[in-house]
């Protein structure tokens, strides 16, 4: 097994706790989805298998990267700005989504479905552009991360909302 992966993800309960049991399951989901398939390196380190911790400061998602013996290798800050809009239509998107399986035609949630993947994909995409020449990850890992990261947020929105 390659050793450019995550095997471990921790969540700063001080910063980034959930707002309930909804919010802390869809971040297990999204982290058991993550460890489940993986590749993640950091750039210029050969110190993998790796283990992630995820802390706010600010606006700011804070990157602690360790390897297995939990000695740092990396901190990477992600400025979430940028991301702002693409999570604001992802959750705008999925709400509709959520109201279409009530009420639309199979057609229609199809439609609205072939949507929500696609600002996914966005997403993801910005993530895979912002860890360039810092964080290596593949497709389906910005993906997952992207998806943890629509958890972190759902979280906090609902917590402060």
Do not use: W
């Given at each position: 097994?390659?050793?450019?992966?995550?095997?471990?993800?921790?969540?700063?309960?001080?910063?980034?706790?959930?707002?309930?049991?909804?919010?802390?399951?869809?971040?297990?989901?999204?982290?058991?989805?993550?460890?489940?398939?993986?590749?993640?390196?950091?750039?210029?380190?050969?110190?993998?298998?790796?283990?992630?911790?995820?802390?706010?400061?600010?606006?700011?998602?804070?990157?602690?990267?360790?390897?297995?013996?939990?000695?740092?290798?990396?901190t990477f800050i992600l400025s979430l700005g940028p991301f702002r809009g693409v999570i604001r239509d992802y959750f705008m998107i999925c709400d509709s989504y959520y109201d279409a399986i009530r009420t639309q035609s199979p057609h229609?949630?199809?439609?609205?479905?072939?949507?929500?993947?696609?600002?996914?994909?966005?997403?993801?995409?910005?993530?895979?552009?912002?860890?360039?020449?810092?964080?290596?990850?593949?497709?389906?890992?910005?993906?997952?991360?992207?998806?943890?990261?629509?958890?972190?947020?759902?979280?906090?929105?609902?917590?402060?909302?």
């Amino acid at each position: 097994m390659s050793s450019d992966r995550l095997i471990g993800v921790d969540i700063d309960d001080e910063t980034l706790g959930a707002s309930g049991p909804d919010a802390e399951h869809e971040r297990r989901v999204a982290i058991f989805d993550l460890l489940e398939d993986n590749h993640f390196k950091v750039i210029d380190k050969d110190e993998g298998p790796y283990q992630l911790n995820l802390s706010k400061a600010e606006r700011r998602l804070v990157f602690a990267i360790r390897n297995e013996a939990g000695e740092d290798v990396h901190t990477f800050i992600l400025s979430l700005g940028p991301f702002r809009g693409v999570i604001r239509d992802y959750f705008m998107i999925c709400d509709s989504y959520y109201d279409a399986i009530r009420t639309q035609s199979p057609h229609q949630i199809e439609a609205i479905d072939m949507a929500r993947r696609g600002i996914h994909n966005e997403g993801s995409e910005l993530l895979a552009e912002r860890l360039e020449g810092k964080i290596d990850v593949d497709f389906s890992t910005a993906r997952r991360l992207f998806t943890l990261i629509c958890a972190l947020h759902a979280g906090q929105t609902r917590a402060a909302g």
